[in-house]
């Protein structure tokens, strides 16, 4: 095995990684900054007011994406096993 295939598999997994999570990263971050200006606006300093609906949104969002990025996975994973007598040879 080159250093250039494990490069490319390395890359491979952190883009997989990036697109999994990044769908639920965004959401929460969404959330929160809604959160903060809801909080910046009514002078409301709550701790659990940021949790509960970062909570929500993140369910939610699994519940909507969660077929798509169990696809992509079970994709990337049927791959990288398949070309593992490729890597060996």
Sequence with gaps: MTPETV?????QALEMAMLTAGPLLL?????G???SIFQAATQINE?????????VVM????VVLGPWMLSLMV???????GSIPTLIG
């Design 7 to 11: 490069i490319a598999i390395v890359r």
């Design 27 to 31: 959401a929460s971050l969404a959330t």
């Design 33 to 35: 900054l809604l959160i």
């Design 47 to 55: 701790m659990t007011l940021t949790f509960i609906p970062k909570l």
């Design 59 to 62: 369910f939610l969002v699994l």
């Design 75 to 81: 994709d990337y994973v049927v791959r990288l096993y």
